[in-house]
C-alpha cells in the first residue's frame, strides 16, 4: 500500500422529488422503484473497484441528485463496505449532500450514527420569489429547521451552497440572503454564479421571453460583496467558490482542486485515477443492469464504465494547472510542477505565464503562481488559455 495514492470516494445518487428549473446533473425525479436495486448496485461496484488491494481512501462524498432521499440504512451499509473494502482513515471526511426539506431530525442523527459528519445543504437564496424562480421545494424556515436538526443531531460540520447572479437577483436580496445564511452560523458555504445551461426549463423561458438574461457585472457585484462579507465574519477564501472556517476547507474537494486520485461510483459519475479520467454509464437502469451482469472490470473502474482516457503527459499538465489554480492561497507550486513533470511550468506553456502577469490575471508569489483578484473573475478565460 506504501506509495500508493489515498483516494477519494464520490458516490453519485441520481434521484430527486423534483428536478430544479436550472439543474442539468444528471439526476430523475420519476425512477424512486429503482432505488433499492440502485443501492445494491452501488455496492457491488465498490466491491468490483476496490478488488483486493484494500487501497487507502481520505474522503467520501454522496452527491446527486438527493443523497438523502436514500434511507438511513442505505448509507450505513454503504459507508460499511466502504471500511470492508478500502482502508479508510481514521476521521475520514464524509459529507452528504441534502435538501433541506428531506432532513428530520430522527434521519440526521441516523446518518450520523452512521459515519456521515460533514451535511452540505442546498439552500440556493433566503428570498420566496427566488427560490420559486428556481423551482426549489423549500422555503427558508425549512433551512433554518434543517441547520437545527443537523446541530442536534451532533454535525459539527454544516455546508450552506448559495446561487448568485439570478434573473432579477438585486444586489440587496443577495446581500438579504447572505445575511440570512451567516445568522445560521455555517461551517462552510458555496457559492455559485448561475449559469442557464441548453435544454433546462430556465433556458426555455430565457428563449421565450419569460426571464430577462442575468446581468453579468451584477453578478460581479454580488461576488465581490460576498468575498467582503464573508472576510469580514472571519471565513478564509480558499477557491474560487468556496469559503470555510478555519481548518474546515472540503477534504474531498481539494483532492479534486488539487488534481489528486478520486473514483466515482455511480451512473454518471466521474473519475480520475491510474493515470486515466473515466465516466461511468448515465442511466440508472443501465447502470443496474451492467453492474448485474457486465463483464467486470478492473481497477480503477467497473462493469458500468462508459468511456475512459488515458492522459498524455501534456493533459497531465493542464489539469494540474487549471485545478490548481482554483485555490486561491495555494495556486501552483512551480517547484513541485518541475520535480513531477521535469520542466518549468513557464518552459511548458511558453509565453501563456508571461502574458497573464503581464496583464493582471495571474501573480507570482515566491514559488508559487496564483491567481490575482481580477483573475478570480475571469478565471475561465485563464483556465482557457492553458488547455
Same mark, same amino acid.
Given at each position: 500500500? %506504501? ?25 430523475? %425525479? ?12 452501488? *455496492? ?58 428531506? @432532513? ?46 443537523? *446541530? ?37 458555504? %458555496? ?33 465581490? @460583496? ?5 472576510? +469580514? ?24 482542486? *488539487? ?25 440508472? *437502469?443501465?447502470?443496474?443492469? +451492467? ?21 498524455? +503527459? ?11 489554480? +482554483? ?61
Amino acid at each position: 500500500m %506504501s506509495g500508493e495514492a489515498t483516494l477519494g470516494l464520490y458516490l453519485h445518487i441520481p434521484f430527486c422529488r423534483h428536478r430544479c428549473a436550472y439543474c442539468d446533473f444528471n439526476t430523475y %425525479s420519476t425512477l424512486s422503484e429503482l432505488v433499492d436495486a440502485y443501492v445494491d448496485a452501488l *455496492r457491488s461496484e465498490l466491491r468490483e473497484v476496490a478488488g483486493v488491494s484494500r487501497r487507502p481512501a481520505a474522503t467520501v462524498f454522496f452527491g446527486g441528485g438527493t443523497p438523502s432521499l436514500l434511507k438511513a440504512e442505505s448509507i450505513r451499509l454503504l459507508i460499511d463496505d466502504i471500511k470492508d473494502t478500502f482502508v479508510l482513515k481514521n476521521g475520514a471526511e464524509i459529507t452528504i449532500e441534502a435538501n433541506p426539506e428531506t @432532513l428530520s431530525w430522527d434521519y440526521l442523527s441516523a446518518v450520523r450514527q452512521a459515519g456521515v459528519n460533514r451535511l452540505s445543504l442546498g439552500v440556493q437564496s433566503a428570498d420566496a420569489g427566488e427560490l420559486a424562480l428556481l423551482e426549489r421545494e423549500h422555503d427558508f424556515a425549512t433551512v433554518v429547521q434543517a441547520v437545527d436538526n443537523g *446541530r442536534a443531531a451532533g454535525f459539527e460540520n454544516i455546508s450552506l451552497d448559495l446561487i448568485y447572479g439570478l434573473p432579477g437577483q438585486s444586489l440587496a436580496s443577495w446581500e438579504r440572503s447572505l445575511s440570512a445564511v451567516m445568522a445560521l452560523n455555517p461551517d462552510h458555504l %458555496s457559492l455559485y454564479c448561475l449559469t442557464i445551461e441548453a435544454g433546462t426549463p430556465m433556458n426555455r423561458w430565457l428563449t421565450n421571453g419569460q426571464i430577462e438574461a442575468p446581468d453579468p457585472d451584477l453578478a460581479a457585484e454580488q461576488y465581490e @460583496l460576498a468575498a467582503k462579507t464573508l472576510e +469580514r465574519a472571519g471565513f478564509q477564501h480558499y477557491e474560487i467558490s468556496n469559503w470555510s472556517r478555519l481548518g474546515l476547507a472540503c477534504q474531498h474537494n481539494l483532492i479534486y482542486w *488539487r488534481n489528486g486520485a478520486y473514483l466515482g461510483l455511480g451512473a454518471g459519475a466521474h473519475g480520475h485515477a491510474a493515470g486515466y479520467r473515466y465516466s461511468v454509464v448515465r442511466q440508472p *437502469r443501465v447502470y443496474i443492469r +451492467r453492474m448485474r451482469s457486465g463483464e467486470p472490470g478492473r481497477f480503477p473502474w467497473s462493469a458500468a464504465l462508459a468511456e475512459k482516457r488515458l492522459l498524455s +503527459r501534456k493533459d497531465m499538465m493542464a489539469d494540474t494547472v487549471i485545478t490548481q489554480l +482554483r485555490l486561491l492561497n495555494e495556486g501552483i507550486n512551480l517547484d513541485d510542477f518541475e520535480e513531477q513533470f521535469g520542466v518549468h511550468l513557464f518552459s511548458a506553456f511558453p509565453g501563456v505565464n508571461e502574458q497573464m502577469i503581464e496583464w493582471g490575471m495571474l501573480q507570482q508569489s515566491d514559488s508559487r503562481l496564483l491567481l490575482t483578484e481580477k483573475g478570480q473573475f475571469l478565471s475561465n478565460q485563464v483556465f482557457y488559455r492553458f488547455m
